[in-house]
Antibody, heavy 122, light 107 residues
Framework: QVQLQESGPGLVKPSETLSLTCTVS????????WSWIRQPPGKGLEWIGN???????NYNPSLKSRVTLSLDTSLNQFSLKLRSVTAADTAIYYC????????????????WGQGNLVTVSS | DIQMTQSPSSLSASVGDRVTITCRAS??????LNWYQQKPGKAPKLLIF???SLQSGVPSRFTGSGSGTDFTLTISGLQPEDFASYYC?????????FGGGTKVEIK
């Protein structure tokens, strides 16, 4: 059973960089794309970006200038860096696996981490 | 960017009711539409993919329909465990987007 676990600081100061890591267990990081998704408290879901196991990345245009995704296949981990954070970046950050459903030819988020609440505050 | 608009944002219903949630895309996304259920304090869970295909293990009271720009999620015979938030999500473009969510509450 594939499991994902986010890790990183729960508190980040304004203007600093938010850094989170997602560790994948029960399966290989290879062959899949991996996403970060966030959810401000009491609000909806926002896709941040994804990284393919080859290292190719795609970002939400609204966050692209501040986001960097990376991965380490040897550690079965992928990471998120979000620069110049403000209070508006306070959210639960989820990591998720993207799978291509061959039957319908559609990408789905099939495995999720439990989420990591990050608060931006001085 | 493709915008996804869900309605209503919340609804109240009783056990046994039939509930319908709609999702509209700002441009045609064919059937590249998924639905997720999220319970408080938990990560979202995939319910329906490709607009109408039921994810393994999901009860058959959940059905999805639509294509192009207009989609619906229907719960036939609402159960106590169905009170949750529901999100649509498009995978048509490389920049995936979610709808704003619909919270289904107990009447």
């Amino acid at each position: 059973q594939v499991q994902l676990q986010e890790s990183g600081p729960g508190l980040v100061k304004p203007s600093e960089t938010l850094s989170l890591t997602c560790t994948v267990s029960g399966g290989s990081i290879s062959g899949y794309s991996w996403s970060w998704i966030r959810q401000p408290p009491g609000k909806g879901l926002e896709w941040i970006g994804n990284i393919y196991y080859s290292g190719t990345t795609n970002y939400n245009p609204s966050l692209k200038s501040r986001v960097t995704l990376s991965l380490d296949t040897s550690l079965n981990q992928f990471s998120l860096k979000l620069r110049s954070v403000t209070a508006a970046d306070t959210a639960i950050y989820y990591c998720s696996r993207e799978t291509l459903n061959a039957f319908r030819g559609i990408i789905v988020f099939d495995y999720w981490g439990q989420g990591n609440l990050v608060t931006v505050s001085s | 960017d493709i915008q996804m608009t869900q309605s209503p944002s919340s609804l109240s219903a009783s056990v046994g009711d039939r509930v319908t949630i709609t999702c509209r895309a700002s441009q045609s996304i064919s059937s590249y539409l998924n639905w997720y259920q999220q319970k408080p304090g938990k990560a979202p869970k995939l319910l329906i993919f490709g607009a109408s295909s039921l994810q393994s293990g999901v009860p058959s009271r959940f059905t999805g329909s639509g294509s192009g720009t207009d989609f619906t999620l229907t719960i036939s015979g609402l159960q106590p465990e169905d009170f949750a938030s529901y999100y649509c999500q498009q995978s048509y473009s490389m920049s995936h987007t979610f709808g704003g969510g619909t919270k289904v509450e107990i009447k």
